[in-house]
């Protein structure tokens, strides 16, 4: 019985060994990922916003707020989880078509992040920011990463041998977002959503 149990922990200390290494190697995509956000942001934040963007972000605010009216603390975390899984899944399969969606899903978000920021230090003053941190400690590593591994996953086209290559990134990304990714995302949105319910 011993036996097993130290085989059991030894296998899953494995494959948790081999989820961290594959992010590990895939850092530099995961760098990209996080470039792509924050230089999006200070876009945003910085420059001028198009009135016609503007109008397309008040709306989808307005529709966030409308789907997750008169929620408790349970069905808005779980809310908020469903939707960054989706998106953060999304981000990384679909990086296979050249790693195009994983950068667009990026580029909006950090957009969205950069105008919000902006028009909360406008009303608030720049302590707000503090504010919004906790939000993001642990969803953003996940974005990142997610996005990073899809970016990665496009570049198998490159590669000499493509069948293997996509096989090797697919099977190893796929294991590290159910080992890391999704944990990240059940902190994220338990953190999230109580901060949401008791403090607005």
Known sequence: MKTKKIVRRSFVGKIYHESFRYIYDSR??????????????????????????????????RRLLEETEGMGQFDLIRFIFLNNLQSS?????????????????????????GFVSSVSIQEEGILVLWRLFPHGIFELPAVFISTGLGLKLGTFVFRKNKSDSFRKYFWNSLQAFLLVVIPLLIIAAIIEGTLIIYFG
């Not at 078509?97 to 667009?104: S, V, Y």
């Open 28 to 61: 530099n995509f995961i760098y990209l990922a996080l470039g792509l956000f924050f230089g999006a942001s200070l876009v945003s934040f910085f420059l001028p916003v198009p009135q016609s963007i503007i109008e397309q972000i008040a709306e989808f605010i």
């Open 89 to 113: 899944f999304i981000g990384m399969m679909f990086g296979m078509i050249f790693g195009i969606f994983p950068a667009l899903i990026l580029l909006v978000n950090g957009y969205l992040l």
